[in-house]
């Protein structure tokens, strides 16, 4: 566990708690804790002071910060700089590192403390950290707290303008990040409290930018390599590589890395020896349910996890949370059970439950004994996993009511076996808020849920010092406090937490979705969100108002600076503008549809506010005449600054491959799949660039590594290792990226139908049969019940025939000839014909009802397996679907083409049906497939003249002595004879 600092702080102390974490450099990562009283100690260090400023002693000293010449990032920076520039011995150096990390850890968590967690402060941040001369009244302290949020905005984007405590962030970030003196030799602590220093500053801003997350990644890389062992010998605990695959779950969330997060989450429960399972248990759901059926239930259980005594580290910063915890509303629903009833197993009704997503029989036994309606306490690190699971599915699908139904029970096993700490349980009942949501007879619980834990983080992280005040739009009485600050900081990083005001505008969205809309615009009004306001009124189809509400954040009054109620501020821009000037251009100009705010918008970050050339590229290509080489160079441009953004590098590979440059679309599909591996419509259209590169230009592409492991693997399994210069090479790269596609979206026959075009497109003897069979064997799934016969591609399935009949004898097939049984067998094994003749079987002959052609293909089936009076048969069908489609044309209205199908039809029914089979014995050579024995059809030549007297009667008005007629004649003299 880390290490918890007494409030007696000397500088000798904290000398020696350093040289202990410089020593444990390979071992510790979780940052040393500090209580809030040792927080107030360490700001009143004679360290500390020097750094915040508070011994200069004249406005001249702060001349560069207050003209804004100097931002205050900078100002702490060289604060911390300049102590070190006259000192030489190495003890004095360490000491003051020792001073400058605590006071850096220190700042953080009282920053998370006021703005997430709670509960308040004990002392007022301004006070303590800014000088006097800075905050001479309430205007110079608003002014320099501006301009700190100025100093943080990164790359166009800009932090909520009010943002509490400011200047604890600042702290934090400049003697963490900026100031550089704890790295890179300093105690892995440091690394860590870098990493969460930027992702919290990543968290702050309104959009996710390339330069935080790059230096995010880069620190993960770093950490990755001591905390999960990569070395000779494990330098971290189980609990230590927990936390961290936790946290970086979390990030790898926060920045829609989805399935890299999961990895993380299943590892992280490998490391604890958490084990749990998404499964279905009998129960009922609603009171009017006679029969218990499958309900969705996570049954989990920590191992060594002991609830009495929760193996806490400190009794004093504990409480039982089952006696006081955050307030959770029932659901008060007239249908709903508040929790579901659950029965006792019966063996008779396990027929009646549904699919679930992992099958009792598979489930481990400790797993198996859980009682699901009481299941026991979980290790908090446990239960964050949980609700990061719940987050990163969320994340991934929030509409999809599916999902939901599988996110919601994560989050109730948390709350319903009560977590033992605090912030866990917190953040259990705002992801359940968040689910039901959508949940029609749980909406109201969900937005009251969500209003009482608005409530509960207001009066919490309360605070007099800013913009904001704690008048919120309450409907229930307040919590008390009930959790040391210590405690609802101990797993903050291991949960998607969000900021007071990011959880007040999810409110405001909320009210809005259940048409609360005067509620929804006095909580943004209040916490002067002026872009959420215009966004508000957008969606309510307020134009007017929204554009007004925005044009007065960035111009003067039209009538020469005064402002009346009806003012459209037509005026001049203001000067200066806010730090969000860029957002609220952008969203002007999609109001207006004017392109000329975007290039304002971009113009007033520096050239650095990414969406604005996003915002350019989709004007080009939404309006009339468009224009792709103006769109991909502006996705260029925004690339340029963020080259992270997985949507970017989508939509300008889109752009691409309507210009034709494939081979520039490979690479930004290549990049948009090494960013996030499970977009499945980026695997496609990478697949559909990489089938027009040529075979000289596919040298100079660079691809993801497992296309190129899995296309070679391709080869390899057909037999036909391909050169070099192998002209399909890149129709197996793309086949192997449709691979990707269709498992991800597995049930999207568009995806099937190119991996079934693609592999049948590739010529023998490298033909990957079994992707063919398998692509038609999933189209005709996914649409056949609705699309019919037409799902089936006749030229492909003709060739899986002619590769069958032409390179394999029936007979060979066949293991044992006296048992009909074997045949199947051996039909249905994994060979290409077996598994071709069980396609065609299962799948394509139910499906056959008026296409001629697909008769004729199964009837060449039936003679390949030696089955002759089936093949007849097909032939027969085959005839009457001809003539069924033509009759109306052929016979009322005089189309010759029709008339000649008729024709062709009925003279193959003639010669290769009836003259070809209808002699043949039943049993065929095999002798056991048809065992009534004796000819097909040994009246086949009355047939046949049926058939050719019956079509010339109904076509003599129309083509008696014509070429089609003549032929009839011939074939019925040709039938002639005793029958």
């Given at each position: 566990?880390?290490e918890?600092?007494?409030?007696?702080?000397?500088?000798?102390?904290?000398?020696?708690?350093?040289?202990?974490?410089?020593?444990?450099?390979k071992e510790?990562?979780?940052?040393?804790?500090?209580t809030?009283?040792?927080c107030?100690?360490?700001?009143?260090?004679?360290?500390?002071?020097?750094i915040?400023?508070?011994?200069?002693?004249?406005?001249?000293d702060?001349c560069?910060?207050?003209?804004?010449?100097?931002s205050?990032?900078?100002?702490?920076?060289?604060?911390?700089?300049?102590?070190?520039?006259?000192?030489?011995?190495?003890s004095?150096?360490?000491?003051q590192?020792?001073?400058?990390?605590?006071?850096?850890?220190?700042?953080?968590?009282?920053f998370?403390?006021?703005?997430?967690?709670?509960?308040?402060?004990?002392y007022?941040?301004?006070k303590?950290?800014?000088?006097?001369?800075?905050?001479?009244?309430?205007?110079?302290?608003?002014?320099?707290?501006?301009?700190?949020?100025?100093?943080?905005?990164?790359?166009?984007?800009t932090?909520?303008?009010?943002?509490?405590?400011?200047?604890?962030f600042?702290?934090?970030?400049?003697?963490?990040?900026?100031?550089?003196?704890?790295?890179?030799?300093?105690?892995?602590?440091?690394?860590?409290?870098?990493?969460?220093?930027?992702?919290?500053?990543?968290?702050?801003?309104?959009e996710?930018?390339?330069?935080l997350?790059r230096?995010?990644?880069?620190?993960?890389?770093?950490l990755?390599?001591?905390?999960?062992?990569?070395?000779e010998?494990?330098?971290?605990?189980?609990?230590?590589?927990a936390?961290?695959l936790?946290?970086?779950?979390?990030?790898?969330?926060?920045h829609?890395?989805d399935?890299?997060?999961?990895?993380?989450?299943?590892?992280?429960a490998?490391?604890?020896?958490?084990e749990?399972?998404?499964t279905?248990?009998?129960g009922?759901?609603t009171?009017?349910?006679?029969?218990a059926?499958?309900?969705l239930?996570?049954?989990a259980?920590?191992?060594?996890?002991?609830?009495?005594?929760s193996?806490?580290?400190s009794?004093?910063l504990?409480h039982?949370?089952?006696?006081?915890?955050?307030?959770?509303?029932?659901?008060n629903?007239d249908?709903?059970?508040?929790?579901?009833?659950?029965s006792?197993?019966?063996?008779?009704?396990?027929?009646e439950?549904?699919?679930?997503?992992?099958?009792?029989?598979?489930?481990s036994?400790?797993?198996?004994?859980?009682?699901p309606?009481?299941?026991?306490?979980?290790?908090?690190l446990?239960?964050?996993?949980?609700?990061a699971?719940?987050?990163?599915?969320t994340?991934?699908?929030?509409?999809?009511g599916?999902?939901?139904?599988?996110?919601?029970?994560?989050a109730?096993?948390?709350?319903?076996?009560?977590?033992s700490?605090?912030?866990?349980?917190?953040q259990?009942l705002?992801?359940?808020?968040?689910?039901e949501?959508?949940?029609?007879?749980?909406?109201?619980?969900?937005?009251?849920?969500?209003?009482?834990?608005?409530d509960?983080?207001?009066?919490?992280?309360?605070?007099?010092?800013?913009?904001?005040?704690?008048?919120?739009?309450s409907?229930?009485?307040?919590?008390?406090?009930?959790a040391s600050?210590?405690?609802r900081?101990?797993?903050?990083?291991a949960?998607?937490?969000s900021?007071?005001?990011?959880?007040?505008a999810?409110?405001?969205?909320?009210?809005?979705?259940v048409?609360?809309?005067?509620?929804?615009l006095?909580?943004?009004?209040?916490l002067?969100?002026?872009?959420?306001?215009?966004?508000c009124?957008?969606?309510?189809?307020?134009?007017?108002?929204?554009?007004?509400?925005?044009?007065?954040?960035?111009?003067?009054?039209?009538?020469?600076?005064?402002?009346?109620?009806?003012d459209?501020?037509e005026?001049?821009?203001?000067s200066?503008?806010p730090?969000?000037?860029?957002?609220?251009?952008?969203?002007?100009?999609?109001?207006?549809?004017?392109?000329?705010?975007?290039?304002?918008?971009?113009?007033?970050?520096?050239y650095?506010?990414?969406?604005?050339?996003?915002?350019?590229?989709?004007?080009?290509?939404t309006?009339?005449?468009?224009?792709?080489?103006?769109?991909?160079?502006?996705?260029?441009?925004?690339?340029q600054?963020?080259?992270?953004?997985?949507g970017?590098?989508?939509?300008?590979?889109?752009?691409?491959?309507?210009?034709e440059?494939?081979i520039?679309?490979?690479?930004?599909f290549t990049?948009?799949?090494?960013?996030?591996d499970?977009?499945?419509?980026?695997?496609?259209?990478?697949a559909?660039?990489?089938?027009?590169?040529?075979?000289?230009?596919s040298?100079?592409?660079?691809?993801?590594?497992?296309?190129?492991?899995?296309?070679?693997?391709?080869?390899?399994?057909?037999?036909?290792?391909?050169?070099?210069?192998?002209?399909?090479?890149?129709?197996?790269?793309?086949?192997t990226?449709?691979h990707?596609?269709?498992?991800?979206?597995?049930?999207?026959y568009?995806?099937?139908?190119?991996?079934l075009?693609?592999a049948?497109?590739?010529?023998?003897?490298?033909?990957?049969?079994?992707?063919?069979?398998?692509?038609?064997?999933r189209?005709?799934?996914i649409i056949?019940?609705?699309?019919?016969?037409?799902?089936?591609?006749l030229?492909i399935?003709?060739?899986?025939?002619?590769h069958?009949?032409?390179?394999?004898?029936?007979?060979e097939?066949?293991?044992?000839?006296?048992?009909e049984?074997?045949?199947?067998?051996v039909?249905?094994?994994?060979?290409?014909?077996?598994?071709?003749?069980?396609?065609?079987d299962?799948?394509?002959?139910?499906?056959?009802?008026?296409?001629?052609?697909?008769?004729?293909?199964?009837a060449?089936?039936?003679?390949?397996?030696?089955?002759?009076?089936?093949?007849?048969?097909?032939?027969?069908?085959?005839?009457?679907?001809?003539?069924?489609?033509s009759?109306?044309g052929a016979?009322q209205?005089?189309?010759?083409?029709?008339?000649m199908?008729i024709?062709?039809?009925?003279?193959r029914?003639?010669?290769d049906?009836y003259?070809?089979?209808?002699?043949?014995?039943r049993?065929?050579?095999?002798?056991?497939?048809?065992?009534?024995?004796?000819?097909?059809?040994?009246?086949?030549?009355?047939?046949?003249?049926?058939?050719v007297?019956?079509?010339?009667?109904?076509?003599?008005?129309?083509?008696?002595?014509?070429?089609g007629?003549?032929?009839?004649k011939e074939?019925?003299?040709d039938?002639?004879?005793?029958?």
């Amino acid at each position: 566990m880390a290490e918890d600092i007494s409030s007696a702080v000397s500088p000798t102390t904290l000398d020696i708690l350093y040289d202990s974490a410089s020593s444990m450099f390979k071992e510790k990562y979780d940052p040393i804790r500090l209580t809030a009283q040792t927080c107030l100690s360490l700001f009143q260090l004679p360290i500390a002071r020097k750094i915040f400023g508070h011994d200069n002693q004249s406005d001249k000293d702060f001349c560069h910060l207050t003209s804004g010449d100097v931002s205050y990032l900078r100002f702490l920076s060289e604060n911390v700089q300049r102590l070190f520039q006259d000192e030489n011995g190495d003890s004095t150096s360490s000491r003051q590192r020792s001073q400058i990390l605590h006071i850096g850890l220190a700042a953080l968590f009282g920053f998370l403390q006021s703005n997430v967690t709670g509960p308040p402060l004990a002392y007022d941040p301004a006070k303590i950290i800014i000088p006097t001369t800075l905050r001479k009244d309430v205007s110079a302290l608003t002014t320099l707290r501006q301009k700190m949020i100025h100093s943080i905005s990164i790359d166009g984007e800009t932090a909520y303008e009010l943002t509490p405590n400011v200047e604890l962030f600042c702290v934090a970030k400049a003697l963490l990040v900026d100031a550089d003196v704890l790295l890179p030799d300093g105690p892995l602590v440091a690394r860590t409290a870098r990493l969460r220093v930027n992702f919290l500053h990543q968290k702050l801003l309104s959009e996710v930018t390339g330069t935080l997350q790059r230096l995010i990644y880069d620190d993960l890389k770093d950490l990755e390599r001591f905390v999960l062992g990569y070395q000779e010998v494990s330098p971290s605990t189980p609990d230590d590589r927990a936390r961290f695959l936790l946290e970086r779950a979390i990030i790898h969330t926060h920045h829609g890395f989805d399935a890299k997060a999961r990895a993380d989450l299943e590892q992280a429960a490998v490391e604890t020896g958490f084990e749990f399972a998404l499964t279905g248990k009998l129960g009922k759901r609603t009171k009017f349910q006679d029969h218990a059926i499958s309900q969705l239930v996570v049954l989990a259980k920590s191992a060594n996890w002991d609830s009495s005594k929760s193996n806490r580290s400190s009794s004093t910063l504990r409480h039982d949370i089952k006696a006081s915890k955050p307030k959770t509303l029932d659901l008060n629903d007239d249908t709903l059970f508040e929790a579901i009833s659950f029965s006792k197993e019966d063996k008779k009704q396990t027929e009646e439950k549904a699919l679930i997503a992992q099958d009792e029989s598979s489930l481990s036994p400790v797993l198996s004994s859980i009682d699901p309606s009481d299941q026991p306490e979980l290790n908090p690190l446990d239960s964050a996993n949980l609700l990061a699971i719940a987050s990163a599915i969320t994340k991934t699908s929030p509409d999809h009511g599916l999902t939901r139904e599988e996110t919601l029970p994560y989050a109730i096993r948390v709350l319903e076996s009560g977590s033992s700490n605090w912030q866990i349980y917190t953040q259990a009942l705002l992801i359940r808020s968040r689910i039901e949501g959508h949940m029609s007879r749980a909406l109201e619980r969900s937005v009251l849920q969500m209003q009482s834990l608005v409530d509960q983080v207001i009066a919490d992280t309360g605070s007099t010092d800013t913009g904001i005040t704690n008048d919120t739009t309450s409907f229930l009485p307040k919590t008390e406090n009930s959790a040391s600050a210590e405690e609802r900081l101990e797993y903050i990083w291991a949960l998607n937490f969000s900021t007071r005001w990011s959880l007040e505008a999810e409110l405001a969205s909320r009210w809005a979705s259940v048409g609360g809309l005067r509620t929804a615009l006095e909580i943004y009004e209040r916490l002067q969100m002026w872009a959420e306001v215009a966004l508000c009124y957008m969606g309510t189809a307020q134009e007017e108002k929204a554009r007004s509400v925005l044009r007065k954040q960035l111009y003067e009054p039209s009538d020469n600076g005064v402002e009346d109620d009806n003012d459209k501020f037509e005026g001049p821009e203001l000067s200066p503008l806010p730090d969000n000037a860029p957002r609220l251009f952008c969203i002007l100009g999609d109001i207006d549809g004017n392109p000329s705010m975007y290039d304002r918008a971009w113009e007033v970050s520096n050239y650095r506010f990414a969406r604005a050339q996003r915002s350019v590229a989709r004007h080009y290509l939404t309006t009339k005449p468009r224009s792709l080489e103006k769109a991909e160079e502006a996705y260029r441009k925004s690339l340029q600054i963020n080259p992270l953004n997985h949507g970017a590098w989508f939509a300008i590979g889109c752009v691409q491959l309507e210009q034709e440059k494939w081979i520039d679309a490979v690479e930004s599909f290549t990049r948009t799949v090494q960013l996030e591996d499970s977009d499945a419509e980026a695997w496609s259209n990478l697949a559909a660039a990489l089938l027009r590169v040529s075979s000289s230009e596919s040298s100079h592409v660079t691809l993801p590594d497992s296309i190129h492991s899995a296309s070679d693997d391709l080869e390899l399994e057909e037999g036909t290792p391909s050169p070099v210069d192998n002209p399909h090479k890149s129709k197996r790269e793309a086949l192997t990226a449709l691979h990707h596609a269709a498992r991800l979206k597995h049930s999207d026959y568009r995806i099937w139908d190119n991996v079934l075009t693609v592999a049948a497109s590739i010529p023998p003897p490298g033909t990957p049969l079994r992707d063919v069979i398998l692509a038609q064997r999933r189209v005709i799934e996914i649409i056949g019940p609705k699309n019919g016969e037409s799902c089936i591609d006749l030229p492909i399935l003709t060739m899986l025939v002619d590769h069958m009949i032409a390179n394999f004898e029936y007979e060979e097939l066949l293991i044992d000839t006296e048992h009909e049984s074997s045949q199947e067998r051996v039909l249905r094994s994994g060979t290409i014909p077996g598994q071709i003749i069980s396609l065609i079987d299962e799948r394509i002959v139910p499906l056959i009802t008026h296409s001629g052609p697909l008769w004729l293909v199964l009837a060449r089936v039936e003679q390949f397996r030696h089955q002759p009076s089936k093949a007849l048969e097909a032939h027969e069908k085959a005839w009457r679907a001809v003539v069924a489609s033509s009759t109306h044309g052929a016979f009322q209205m005089g189309d010759a083409k029709k008339w000649m199908d008729i024709v062709r039809a009925t003279e193959r029914l003639v010669r290769d049906g009836y003259a070809t089979l209808g002699g043949m014995e039943r049993g065929g050579q095999s002798g056991y497939a048809e065992r009534e024995g004796g000819l097909v059809a040994k009246d086949w030549r009355f047939k046949a003249r049926s058939a050719v007297r019956g079509i010339m009667g109904k076509g003599k008005e129309f083509w008696e002595d014509t070429e089609g007629w003549n032929k009839l004649k011939e074939l019925a003299s040709d039938v002639s004879g005793n029958s």
